[in-house]
């Protein structure tokens, strides 16, 4: 019962009334506001800044079971709501194309199929493979900006890494990645906002994919969308829309979560800095202990880019945490709520990137599990590893209180992480 957890959780139980969500305060540091929700409301039916009503889940024992639960669909016609059953998720621009018949919004069993073929043409071994182009892009990036002596680790860093990083994957041509990096700009930063220009920019993207694809299956290369094309041809179905909707997921779900897991990352270390030293030093002995790697888990557990897994709809009536959700009812896992939950893990406000058993939920649980979990890896490896070493008195060079959050709906990051380093 809610009376035992509170006991249980003794002196420390946050009191007092409701925080609000969705103010500025809250995308600044929602966590207070998760605190109170997993103590007194864990399945809390609320109104989003949109209007749509949704239940948030905060507990990470009620996440992990609603993310495997597959009465709960992730395709939007299963909304009673008005809005979303016209097939509205949440991405920018959406409503622009067929392009949304993706991984992420849709069931099995084309689900099942899809995530086959795309899990053929996306093996770890590709994105090991990828590891010596990771460098380099992180190499390049670091190199324009060295010599100032500071830098907006958003815009000259985080940004440009994961977009490029993926057009290579995708195996789209070096002179047509700086029109993505636009597109992509123009969806991050009007993500939640005027939807005119992110549609124009969906637009654009998937024609371009179309023609893309065209001109790949005429001439196959070694890159995922030839891969995925060739594992199409091989007895499985795959229509060129459906093609053309992976490549734009890969790119949509690689892109700002990255952005932000680097983000995210870098301001945590900076504003912890015993554990910052403590990796500095571990990398400058070679990293016995493997701290980078439990490093970059931990980061994702105390404040990862995905604060919401993105939207579920109940299929039939069901109780989730001894709450009664209606058939229709949109359910939205807070990841960011769940992966600080004292009942599951030990000291869960404090970052410890030596942090053993830390089954997270950052990347999800489930059928729907990030596809691109190894690739966010390694670009987050690399990425760390590159600034400690080559940058070592990195530091911010904004009170942290001046520091903007985006305040979106799934995704958490900062707008600008203005840095300095050297004599600056
Ligand atoms: C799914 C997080 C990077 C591709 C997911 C989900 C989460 C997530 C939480 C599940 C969403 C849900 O169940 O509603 C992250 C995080 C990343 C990251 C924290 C950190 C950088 C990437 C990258 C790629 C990628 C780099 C690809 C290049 C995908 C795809 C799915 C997915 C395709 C859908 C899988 C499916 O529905 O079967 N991700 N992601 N992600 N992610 Fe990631």
Sequence with gaps: TDAAHEAAAGSDAPRGPQPPLFTWEFATDPYPAYAWLREHAPVQRTEL????????VTRYADARQALADQRLSKNPANHAGSAHAKGRTGIPGERSADL????????????????RLVAKAFTPR??????????ELTDRLIDAFEAKGSADLIHEFAFPLPIYAICDLLGVPREDQDDFRDWAGMMIRHGG?????????????RAYLAELIHRKREDLGDDLISNLIRAGDHGEHLTENE?????????????????????NGVYALLRNPGQRARLQQALADGDPDGLLATGVEELLRYDGPVELATWRYATEALTLGGQDIAAGDP??????????????????????????????????????????????????????????????????????ADLRWRGGLIMRGLRTLPVEFGDA
Excluded at 243 to 263: K, Q
């Design 331 to 400: 359910v939205l896992v807070v990841l960011a709520a769940a992966d600080r939950d004292p009942e599951r893990f030990q000291d869960a406000d404090s970052l410890d990137l030596g942090r053993r058993d830390n089954q997270h939920l950052g990347y999800g649980h489930g059928i729907h599990y990030c596809l691109g979990a190894p690739l966010a890896r390694l670009e987050a490896r690399t990425a760390l590893a590159a600034l400690l070493t080559r940058l070592p008195d990195l530091r911010l060079a904004e009170d942290p």
């Design 126 to 135: 590709t994105v090991a493979e990828f590891e010596p182009r990771v460098r």
């Design 49 to 56: 800044p949109s209007g749509v009503e949704a239940w948030l």
């Design 243 to 263: 093609a053309a909707a992976m490549a734009f997921i890969l790119l949509f779900a690689g892109f700002e979560t990255t952005v932000n897991l680097i983000g």
């Design 100 to 115: 949304m018949t993706h991984l992420l919004n849709i069931d099995p069993p084309d689900h099942t199929r899809l995530r």
């Design 193 to 205: 906002g005027p939807r005119g220009g992110v549609a124009r920019s969906v637009k654009k993207m």
